[in-house]
């Protein structure tokens, strides 16, 4: 089944304990991205990735960190996580650039306390 | 930049009751427009989607949805709505640059009454 995973699903930590959120897509997509939902404001794009070791920042990219070292796996790494990052994160990857249809995880809910 | 706005952050509906879920974007160019819905605990799944031609889009769980350059809108409509439609749905922009860069409205929660 084509789909994109995410891992953990659920997660609490503490302020400034680095964590990482895998996501890993198995329909060999170039074409990967980070968004983050939070209530009233929709889902903002963090980061994307367009190739292996080609990244770029999105709408919110401040106090996240990617790296694309294969095709499949997209993590996301908080160095320092604060209380502003809680958040429900999705990673979604597609097969173009543009005018595509991106393919969702299933999202990843962070809790910093 | 381009922006969506959702205009109303919840709708209940009765079951059988026709719906419409309204959305407005703002955006210079012909827009690529996308409806998403949400399931609780899920990712988010596309219903359907407009780039060009035939305004009026087919998706799929039977939603249409209608683009209409004048009134800047792209708003969801479904006949009959069923329980299993409850659901938050999202409508999505894709301006110039890529990245799979959608603009996000901030969502319309719908509840529907049995």
């Known amino acids: 089944e084509a789909q994109v995973t995410q891992n953990p699903r659920y997660l609490i930590t503490v302020t400034g304990k680095k964590l990482t959120v895998t996501c890993s897509q198995n329909?060999?997509?170039?074409?990967m991205s980070w968004y983050r939902q939070d209530p009233g404001l929709g889902l903002r794009q963090i980061y994307y990735?367009?190739?292996?070791?080609?990244?770029d920042k999105g709408d919110v990219p401040e106090g996240y960190k990617v790296s694309r070292k294969e095709k499949r796996n997209f993590p996301l790494i908080l160095e320092s996580p604060s209380p502003n990052q809680t958040s429900l994160y999705f990673c979604?990857?597609?097969?173009?650039?543009?005018?595509?249809?991106?393919?969702f995880g299933a999202g990843s809910r962070l809790t910093v306390l | 930049a381009q922006s969506v706005t959702q205009p109303d952050i919840h709708i209940t509906v009765s079951e059988g009751a026709s719906l419409e879920l309204r959305c407005n974007y703002s955006?210079?160019?012909?827009?690529?427009l996308f409806w998403y819905v949400q399931s609780p605990g899920q990712g988010l799944q596309l219903l359907l989607k407009?780039?060009?031609?035939?305004?009026l889009v087919q998706g799929i769980k039977g939603f249409e949805a209608e683009f209409k350059r004048s009134q800047s809108s792209f708003n969801l409509r479904k006949p009959s709505v069923h329980w299993s439609d409850a659901a938050e749905y999202f409508c999505a922009v894709e301006g110039e640059g890529g990245g799979n860069k959608l603009t996000f409205g901030t969502g319309t929660q719908l509840k529907v009454e049995l």
């Open positions: 329909m060999n997509h170039e074409y």
């Open positions: 407009y780039f060009s031609g035939d305004t």
């Open positions: 990735s367009m190739n292996v070791e080609v990244t």
């Open positions: 955006y210079g160019a012909t827009p690529y």
């Open positions: 979604a990857s597609s097969s173009s650039d543009r005018a595509n249809v991106l393919t």
